[in-house]
């Protein structure tokens, strides 16, 4: 632990606000009742097989659900998905779900409108500081080949399909 | 493990490779030599204490360096360390850091003029199909107030300081 560590938060609070990350909707069914939250800390993590890890803050509605279902639900929104993300913000518990087009036949929610959808079964869950690594592994997948995923950068939705491409 | 394995890594690359992520240069010192990849795969984890993860693939130059040194650095690359990340994608080895202002005074290779540079004591380390999920405990970070993040979307580098802001 660095004895710096106020400056050092607010340097790394400063450092996340100013790259690009693309908003998801985790979810769950637990109890048969829909739990979710919106999330950026989501990555990759391999393709053999297909999997991803999301950072779960254990304060997080999510966390209990997450960690005891079998599967859950990673939605890369697109821009025309803000209305969910918006519904997300504002409502609590089940009434997340009452905006968009969400199935939970596949054992998670998933969104059927989403810019791509993957339902991913828990291998392993990894506790450090706040937060609770789960790692997924695909179980199906869904990917809308039109559209934006909705990317947040320095406290703003921006629309990353019209920037403009980067020249040396 | 599904049935489906092909068609999921396929739609799984098409999602992955349709949202923004940050170019990040992942850095370690290792018997004296400086070793280095180029990184999506990375995400902020907790503010309490300030942490991140990156993931590595078992196969990468950089997996044996950054999974014994006792510190590693994360470099977000800015759009004006273009020239860096072509230097790391064609070169090998320590030829990677001919290219920018390295500093590694502080135990791990630091890009001077990096968008934000963090200095991590890895943590934790979990080993998941071909990668490995590398915890890090930031240590120091710098953040420099202009300019912005290289970033890639559809395989290109774009600049999302020019992305137009999304309304409803």
Redesign the interface.
């Known amino acids: ?2 004895e ?2 106020p400056a ?2 607010e ?6 606000r ?3 990350s ?1 908003v998801h909707a985790i979810t769950a069914l637990h109890a048969h009742e829909c739990h979710g939250i919106l999330a950026t ?11 991803l ?1 999301v ?1 779960i803050n254990q304060a997080a509605s999510l966390h209990s659900p997450i960690t005891q279902a079998e599967l859950f639900g990673v939605n ?1 929104l697109g ?1 025309d998905n ?2 969910v993300a ?1 519904r997300f913000a504002e409502a609590r518990g089940a009434e997340r779900f009452s905006v968009g087009d969400w199935s939970i036949d596949h054992g998670a929610p998933v969104l059927l409108g989403a ?2 959808a ?1 339902l991913c079964r828990r ?2 869950c ?1 506790t ?4 609770t ?1 789960v ?1 997924g ?7 809308r080949q039109n559209g ?4 947040y ?1 320095d406290r ?5 399909s ?5 020249t ?1």
């Open positions: 632990m660095s710096n560590q050092i938060r340097t790394f609070r400063m450092a996340m100013h790259i690009a693309t800390a989501v990555s990759s993590l391999s393709f053999d097989p297909p999997s890890l950072c890369v821009l803000r209305d918006e810019q791509s993957m291998v392993d990894h450090f500081g706040t937060h690594i790692v592994e695909l179980v199906e997948a869904w990917h934006a995923p909705l990317t950068y703003s939705y921006i629309d990353i019209a920037a403009p491409v980067s040396l």
